[in-house]
């Protein structure tokens, strides 16, 4: 399982190399070397994407659906038979309750290699840059492209950040805050704020107070932004420029299928719609 | 059952990233040196000092971990010091009694980064190179800074010196030789490729052997810089050749094994290759050559290329084995012990070290 980890993340580490290579090893060529992986990514995942959207829709309605409100107090008491009634529902509308996760499940593998690649391809330690150069496919037809002597050392700077360590902008005046040892963490502030924006943009309106992905979805919009603008601060800033660009490509993807709500990060917006019934 | 696979998901990534970034932190493999009577062996938050007779401890340092990490060699000098650069968030370069495992200075010097490489001393100053590509000047007796070089990528080799001139690897593809009396660069030698590993000086210190990622040792005059002549390799020659007479001893990290003359540049042997990637310098012995391999074994092979003994030792070994007295040290890297004493027939491992 070990190997066949860390085949994929040279397989990460070969792409993000490649497309560095190709954009000349030069001064931010790393940075926008992730940015174009995760475009790629994110090209390649769109349909899982999509698929999650539909499912999470489909889920979200059914949350307002008559019927379904029904068995839930009908039989709220019986949760065998409820849970008969609302295998039955799933199947007479083509829902697959587990659509919405996949996508997600499959994505978290993802994130991982990608951010475990990062680290890889900047090589920090001699260990680590062994491992780099273990993991460089030797491949004739590859060879101009991928050749180690070359691309060593990597750039690791994309604007203001090192993308192999966790990012701040140093306090004026020598000040430090032990909490925040690199200093203003401005791209945690954007990773959380536009992790907020996607969950509540993509997020429908329920009209049902007792409908349970409702709830889930508003915890998750608080706890998400917070659990990922704290793993910005502390770990490689190359990660939060996936998640940025992750990020608004998400919601970009959402607006071209007409599923954003803007209204939701308006106050008091996201006025749900009334029930239907079937 | 949605709620709980959800956050389910997101503590798996939380524990994964947090398993990942090991790596970010500079958590390299173990840097050992040794002398008549002790090794000192730099590991993780510790460096240790080994009583060679038996592989006992003799002390530890500090008393408790802190914010260290000790991954490169500790430096012993000629007054009576041991340096040690942590590659830890502290960037401190320590100077401890080798006796006593106590501080010599009042304070460690702190660097703008990482201490990857083991810091040179010549003469009564300490010359350091840093992880952020500088290198420092430092006064031997108390640590105390007396100028800075900026020269390039990171510095990850420990300099080498004809007595004159400091010759200093980067990661930038060049082998920098910098005059201290002027404090600037002298030469710069393009080697094609990074340069991780230490450069080594001829014994009349004309010229000075270095390798890098483009699978080339190379031999320059230390004067000028001029490329005397350049040897290929099959692989990446990591760390600094052994010099023995008129050979140099390389290896590299597919695992080849090279006899090559120091003044020619040429292969004297057949494919020589144990059993795995060797990363450490080769160490020469009285009737040839020993190296240890990933695999976890040290191999010695004759002035021929054939081969006198191996051993298994354990782990996966990175590190440069060092020779004390009768004993050949290999501080293995994902073994249940830090260091063994081999005895240098290779019959037998005499000890291992765990820590305690």
Not at chain 1, 77 to 90: F, P, T
Not at chain 2, 23 to 37: E, F, V
Not at chain 2, 120 to 142: C, K, M
Not at chain 2, 329 to 355: C, E, R, Y
């Amino acid at each position: 399982m070990g190997a066949i980890w860390d085949q994929f993340v040279s397989l990460f580490t070969n792409v993000l190399l490649l497309i560095y290579n190709f954009l000349g090893h030069g001064g931010n060529a790393f940075g926008v070397s992730i940015i174009l992986f995760t475009m790629l990514i994110r090209g390649i995942t769109w349909p899982l994407n999509a698929q999650q959207l539909k499912g999470a829709k489909a889920m979200q309605d059914l949350q307002n659906d008559k019927e379904w409100q029904d068995i839930q107090k009908k039989y709220a008491k019986d949760r065998e038979k409820l849970a008969q009634e609302q295998m039955r529902i799933y199947k007479d509308r083509g829902i697959n309750p587990f659509a919405s996760c996949l996508p997600t499940l499959i994505q978290f593998p993802i994130i991982i290699g990608l951010y475990q690649s990062i680290i890889r391809a900047l090589a920090a330690s001699p260990l680590g840059l062994l491992q780099l150069a273990r993991s460089v496919y030797q491949v004739s037809w590859l060879s101009p492209f991928l050749n180690i002597a070359t691309l060593i050392p990597l750039n690791s700077r994309f604007l203001w950040m090192d993308l192999g360590r966790p990012e701040g902008i140093p306090f004026p005046g020598g000040f430090t805050l032990s909490f925040l040892p690199y200093g203003f963490p401005t791209l945690a502030i954007i990773v959380a704020l536009t992790t907020y924006l996607q969950t509540k943009l993509t997020m429908p309106p329920s009209t049902n107070p007792g409908d349970q992905t409702a709830a889930m979805n508003s915890m998750m919009s608080i706890y998400m932004p917070l659990f990922l603008g704290w793993l910005v601060l502390n770990y490689a800033s190359g990660l939060a420029v996936y998640f940025v660009t992750s990020n608004v490509l998400g919601i970009v993807q959402y607006a071209m299928m007409g599923r954003v709500n803007w209204r939701n990060v308006l106050p008091g917006g996201g006025k749900p719609a009334p029930a239907k019934k079937k | 059952m949605k709620r709980f696979a959800l956050i389910s998901l997101v503590l798996l990534g939380g524990i994964l990233l947090s398993a990942c970034s090991a790596a970010a932190q500079s958590i390299s493999w173990p840097g050992l040196s040794a002398d008549a009577n002790h090794a000192y062996l730099a590991k993780g938050q510790f460096v240790y000092a080994v009583r060679l007779s038996d592989g006992s401890k003799v002390w530890q340092y500090p008393a408790s971990g802190g914010s260290q990490v000790f991954d490169a060699s500790p430096v012993l000098t000629p007054d009576g010091q041991l340096l040690a650069g942590s590659a830890g968030s502290d960037n401190g370069l320590y100077s401890i009694d080798p006796a006593t495992g106590k501080d010599k200075w009042s304070a460690p010097f702190t660097g703008p980064d990482h201490w990857i490489a083991s810091p040179l001393v010549l003469q009564n100053t300490i010359y350091a190179p840093n992880n952020n590509g500088t290198l420092y000047a430092l006064n031997l007796a108390t640590g105390g800074k007396r100028w800075s070089l900026p020269l390039g990528h990171s510095l990850w080799g420990t300099p080498a010196t004809d007595g004159k001139l400091i010759f200093v690897p980067s990661l930038d593809h060049f082998l920098y030789a910098v005059d201290p009396q002027a404090q600037k660069i002298a030469w710069k030698a393009d080697l094609g490729g990074a340069a991780a590993g230490s450069p080594v000086v001829s014994a009349d210190g004309k010229t000075v052997y270095v390798s890098s990622s483009a699978k080339k040792l190379f031999a320059l005059d230390t004067t000028t810089g001029s490329i005397q002549w350049t040897a290929n390799t099959t692989d990446w020659v990591w760390n600094a050749p052994a010099l023995s007479g008129d050979t140099l001893f390389a290896s590299d990290i597919s695992g080849n094994v090279y006899s090559i003359g120091a003044v020619n540049g040429k292969n004297a042997w057949p494919v020589v290759q144990p059993d795995g990637p060797v990363t450490g310098s080769p160490l020469a012995i009285q009737n040839g050559v020993a190296v240890a391999t990933e695999s976890g074994f040290v191999y010695a092979f004759d002035p021929h290329g054939a081969s006198l003994w191996n051993i298994g030792v354990g782990g996966n070994i990175y590190t440069s084995p060092v020779a004390s007295g009768n004993l050949i040290l290999v501080a293995p890297l994902n073994a249940d012990f830090m260091l063994a004493g081999v005895s240098n027939d290779g019959k037998q491992i005499l000890w291992k070290f765990t820590g305690k």
